[in-house]
């Protein structure tokens, strides 16, 4: 297919532009993203130029020559040219973010800072930089340096007030019950994953791992939302999220890379429903309060709660409250006096005795909000 017919085929976005279906734009991120409505898209995941700044040539030990990026799309005439043109590109990025929107940018170390810069000084809030550490990175074949196994990619919100979708117990969970790290470790683009033209040569170079793409969704956005990537290359991001039940919208100037992204596209179906549940948020989940618990006779007054080593103990209340010796207040209060700390969520600090041993008292809450949630069904 020609150039010509690729560009006559390309969706071309319009002020107002209908955004609730996944698509690849084929033109200038900067142009197309400025033709997208103000305030419409709920997470951004960019995967810019590195401008890498290849100096020549790279030939492995036996003088092969390595497929690295020379392509004219990463080359820049200087850093400042670089810098006008990230502030562009981001700039046009947050006019399109809603107020409570987020923007995964990655890189490496040829451009990350300087990227990380610009954020902040057009009043974006950095909530974490992510190292993806490479399980199978391309060695160093000159040997003058260290290998260069990681990215970086930086997380931040729209502005220090926005309200993000981080879905902190679904991470949890699947990272059997212990916090998700900073640090990702997934194998780059290899294998069935990777696109090939018709005389099997890879047809993106930075072709970026669904894996990795995954992760920023699931934990970063919720079924439904809008997700934009600028720079959409091999269409990665598009293609994770119609699988997740999302919607993208990929822009990419190489006619190649957007024809070959929409086949992609076009052959993903969405998971079912029951596959994309997202964990419930305990921030989100209905307010209960621990007098609840003592009026439904869960825990009943007078009865002793403990901390998980049986070091504290305080007397149950009917009002809900407890008292630790002469001093009275709720469980949170109770529960930070007792360890002369700040604060305590009372909630899983205190535990009650069962017949099957100590269990904390946020069974009970839960308990009741399952009720709730019953009778709003």
């Given at each position: 297919?020609?150039?010509?017919?690729?560009?006559?085929?390309?969706?071309?976005?319009?002020?107002?532009?209908?955004?609730?279906?996944?698509?690849?734009?084929?033109?200038?991120?900067?142009?197309?993203?400025?033709?997208?409505?103000?305030?419409?898209?709920?997470?951004?995941?960019?995967?810019?130029?590195?401008?890498?700044?290849?100096?020549?040539?790279?030939?492995?030990?036996?003088?092969?020559?390595?497929?690295?990026?020379?392509?004219?799309?990463?080359?820049?005439?200087?850093?400042?040219?670089?810098?006008?043109?990230?502030?562009?590109?981001?700039?046009?990025?947050?006019?399109?973010?809603?107020?409570?929107?987020?923007?995964?940018?990655?890189?490496?170390?040829?451009?990350?800072?300087?990227?990380?810069?610009?954020?902040?000084?057009?009043?974006?809030?950095?909530?974490?930089?992510?190292?993806?550490?490479?399980?199978?990175?391309?060695?160093?074949?000159?040997?003058?340096?260290?290998?260069?196994?990681?990215?970086?990619?930086?997380?931040?919100?729209?502005?220090?007030?926005?309200k993000y979708t981080f879905n902190y117990e679904a991470m949890k969970a699947g990272n059997e019950d212990l916090q998700l790290r900073s640090d990702w470790l997934l194998p780059i683009c290899t294998g069935g994953e990777r696109l090939k033209d018709?005389?099997?040569?890879?047809?993106?170079?930075?072709?970026?791992?669904?894996?990795?793409?995954?992760?920023?969704?699931?934990?970063?956005?919720?079924?439904?939302?809008?997700?934009?990537?600028?720079?959409?290359?091999?269409?990665?991001?598009?293609?994770?999220?119609?699988?997740?039940?999302?919607?993208?919208?990929?822009?990419?100037?190489?006619?190649?890379?957007?024809?070959?992204?929409?086949?992609?596209?076009?052959?993903?179906?969405?998971?079912?429903?029951?596959?994309?549940?997202?964990?419930?948020?305990?921030?989100?989940?209905?307010?209960?309060?621990?007098?609840?618990?003592?009026?439904?006779?869960?825990?009943?007054?007078?009865?002793?709660?403990?901390?998980?080593?049986?070091?504290?103990?305080?007397?149950?209340?009917?009002?809900?409250?407890?008292?630790?010796?002469?001093?009275?207040?709720?469980?949170?209060?109770?529960?930070?006096?007792?360890?002369?700390?700040?604060?305590?969520?009372?909630?899983?600090?205190?535990?009650?005795?069962?017949?099957?041993?100590?269990?904390?008292?946020?069974?009970?809450?839960?308990?009741?909000?399952?009720?709730?949630?019953?009778?709003?069904?």
């Amino acid at each position: 297919m020609s150039n010509s017919v690729l560009r006559t085929q390309a969706r071309t976005a319009a002020p107002g532009m209908d955004i609730s279906e996944s698509r690849i734009i084929l033109g200038d991120s900067i142009v197309e993203m400025n033709k997208l409505p103000a305030a419409s898209v709920d997470l951004i995941f960019a995967d810019p130029p590195y401008n890498l700044q290849l100096q020549g040539s790279l030939h492995r030990p036996d003088h092969s020559l390595v497929d690295a990026v020379d392509d004219e799309w990463d080359q820049f005439a200087s850093f400042e040219a670089y810098d006008a043109f990230t502030r562009a590109w981001l700039t046009a990025a947050r006019r399109v973010m809603k107020p409570n929107a987020a923007i995964w940018v990655i890189g490496s170390y040829h451009n990350i800072f300087r990227v990380g810069a610009i954020l902040q000084d057009l009043g974006f809030w950095i909530l974490n930089d992510v190292v993806w550490r490479k399980n199978n990175p391309m060695p160093n074949f000159r040997g003058r340096r260290f290998t260069n196994a990681h990215e970086t990619m930086i997380w931040a919100s729209k502005s220090a007030q926005s309200k993000y979708t981080f879905n902190y117990e679904a991470m949890k969970a699947g990272n059997e019950d212990l916090q998700l790290r900073s640090d990702w470790l997934l194998p780059i683009c290899t294998g069935g994953e990777r696109l090939k033209d018709k005389n099997g040569r890879k047809v993106h170079p930075t072709q970026k791992p669904e894996a990795l793409i995954a992760r920023v969704l699931l934990s970063s956005s919720k079924r439904g939302d809008v997700v934009l990537d600028p720079f959409s290359g091999s269409g990665t991001t598009a293609a994770v999220s119609k699988r997740f039940g999302r919607t993208c919208i990929g822009i990419e100037r190489d006619p190649e890379y957007a024809a070959a992204s929409r086949i992609r596209l076009s052959e993903i179906e969405t998971l079912p429903d029951d596959a994309l549940t997202e964990a419930p948020a305990k921030r989100e989940a209905p307010r209960v309060a621990f007098s609840s618990v003592v009026e439904r006779g869960l825990i009943l007054p007078g009865a002793r709660l403990m901390d998980a080593k049986r070091k504290y103990e305080a007397l149950v209340r009917a009002d809900g409250t407890l008292a630790l010796g002469n001093v009275v207040g709720s469980i949170h209060k109770i529960g930070a006096i007792a360890q002369e700390a700040e604060a305590c969520n009372g909630w899983t600090f205190w535990h009650v005795e069962t017949p099957k041993g100590l269990s904390p008292i946020d069974m009970m809450r839960e308990q009741i909000r399952a009720e709730m949630a019953g009778i709003g069904a």
